[in-house]
Structure formats: structure tokens, C-alpha cells
């Protein structure tokens, strides 16, 4: 298994190298002034998140419905961020402390993002290279 990893790196390297470039290029904007609200509806979706977690912790799975639309990867990953942030700083979640939470919130969110675009880009290159013919 690892050695198939390091051959597929090695086969790959240019495209591994472009990828955590855009990886970066990608984190970079993303990732910088993490606890900033940065969209009027921000702090609702916090509080949709931190309860879709609870609403599945306590078993009351019609509960889960936080809006009328799909949010779903949001809720998931928010809503785990602000249930470890707390548990780690032992602070409880409310709407008076939301600014607590916010990085711990948008974190994983900028994160799936980042990691998104590098993995588009090698299903991209492997969908669009061409296969060698034969002469």
C-alpha cells in the first residue's frame, strides 16, 4: 500500500505540486480573519448548527430540520465545531457569546472548501487527459 503511494507520487508530482498550490491559493483568503462575521445571515446559521447537533445528540431527529432549504454540510460541520469548542473551553453556546465560536464554526467550513478546489482539479486533470494512443 505505501509503496503504491509513493509511486503514484512519484508518477504525479507535478500534478500533486499544482494542487498544493491551489490547496494554498485556495486556504489562503479563506482562512485569514477566522472569526469574522462576514454575511448578515452568519450568526443564524451558527445557531441552526450548534442545534442540529443537539437535535441528533438527543435522539429527536424531526428536530433536525433547521430551515426550509438545504444546509446540511454547514450544519454538520459547524455544528461539530462548536459542540468540541464546547467542550474544550467549557463555555456554554449562546446568542450572547456567539463571537466565541466563530472561527471554531467557519474553520471547517473554509477548510472542505479549500481542500475542494486541489480535488476538482486532479479529477479535472484525470477526466480530461488525454489516453496515449498507440502509433
Not at 45 to 65: P, Q
Not at 120 to 133: A, E, G, K, T, V
Amino acid at each position: 500500500m505505501l509503496a503504491k503511494l509513493k509511486n503514484w507520487l512519484s508518477e504525479n508530482r507535478v500534478d500533486v505540486a499544482i494542487a498544493l498550490v491551489l490547496f494554498i491559493v485556495a486556504a489562503v483568503p479563506r482562512m485569514t480573519d477566522l472569526g469574522t462575521f462576514l454575511t448578515a445571515d452568519e450568526k443564524n446559521w451558527m445557531g441552526r448548527s450548534y442545534e442540529f447537533i443537539r437535535a441528533i445528540k438527543d435522539w429527536r431527529f424531526n428536530d433536525t430540520l433547521q430551515t426550509t432549504h438545504p444546509g446540511v454540510t454547514v450544519t454538520w460541520l459547524s455544528g461539530l465545531a462548536i459542540t468540541a469548542k464546547i467542550y474544550l473551553s467549557h463555555t456554554p453556546f449562546s446568542y450572547e457569546n456567539l463571537a466565541h465560536f466563530a472561527a471554531a464554526a467557519q474553520f471547517p467550513v473554509a477548510l472542505v472548501n479549500s481542500l475542494a478546489v486541489p480535488v476538482i482539479y486532479l479529477f479535472l486533470r484525470r477526466l480530461l487527459d488525454p489516453p496515449l494512443s498507440p502509433l
